[in-house]
């Protein structure tokens, strides 16, 4: 079953507007990831925090964690068309063998010029 | 480094063929996790090998497999091709899971 599970499932914003997107999990996790999707295309990783992490930076990127309410958020800020693509968060949890990193189904993000 | 190469990147086969994707991950890293993407399941988890040991599958049925060699390539196989088949194969390689993955291009199936 997936772990990560993204909201809102699509986001249409005006070029400028911030943009917030959430991901709640069920277990324990040793990181959470955001990763960005162009159409058709690899994903690429944007930013991993760790369990006992409660917030991050990478550019316009701020990931916050909160390990209580087993949920992330990721904003990107003064948004452009170029952010226009689906973006996925990770969990990951580790257990030897069973270490895994579990994708949720992504959101749709629109940046309209 | 290089990134990570996935080769072919589109094929076109039809139902009951059997196929074969090749991976090769980042210099250095010996995980190597499969998925399947489509419009209408997501991002779907098919296996992960590391050091040429499989060590966790997802929910696949067995016609497809896969292996990874000695110099961490890994190959996926799907035998007797389903219309349902059809999708974009994604390779990931990391240094270990959980860890950050870093995907290659994907090799697009269409099968008729």
């Known amino acids: 079953s997936q772990q990560g599970e993204e909201d809102p499932q699509a986001l249409s914003i005006q070029e400028g507007e911030n943009a917030t997107m959430n991901c709640s999990y069920k277990?324990?996790?040793?990181?959470l990831q955001w990763y960005r999707q162009n159409s058709g295309r690899g994903l690429v990783h944007l930013i991993l925090?760790?369990?006992?992490?409660r917030e991050k930076h990478s550019g316009r990127l701020r990931v916050t964690l909160d390990t209580s309410k087993k949920s992330s958020s990721l904003l990107i800020t003064a948004s452009r068309a170029a952010d226009t693509a689906s973006y996925f968060c990770?969990?990951?949890?580790?257990?030897?063998?069973?270490?895994?990193?579990?994708f949720g189904k992504g959101i749709t993000l629109s940046v309209r010029p | 480094k290089a990134g990570v190469t996935q080769t072919p990147r589109y094929l076109i086969k039809t139902r009951g063929q059997q196929v074969t994707l090749s991976c090769s991950p980042i210099s250095g890293h010996r995980s190597v996790s499969w998925y399947q993407q489509t419009p209408g399941q997501g991002l779907q988890f098919l296996f992960e090998?590391?050091?040429?040991?499989?060590?966790n599958k997802g929910n696949f049925p067995g016609r497809f497999s896969g292996r990874q060699f000695s110099n961490s390539r890994s190959e996926m196989n799907v035998s007797t091709l389903e219309l349902g088949d059809s999708a974009l194969y994604l390779c990931?390689?990391?240094?270990?899971?959980?860890?950050?993955?870093?995907f290659g291009p994907g090799t697009r199936l269409l099968v008729l």
């Open positions: 925090i760790r369990s006992n992490e």
């Open positions: 277990t324990s996790i040793n990181n």
């Open positions: 090998y590391f050091s040429e040991t499989q060590r």
């Open positions: 990770a969990t990951g949890s580790v257990g030897g063998a069973n270490s895994k990193l579990t």
């Open positions: 990931a390689s990391s240094v270990r899971v959980p860890e950050t993955q870093y």
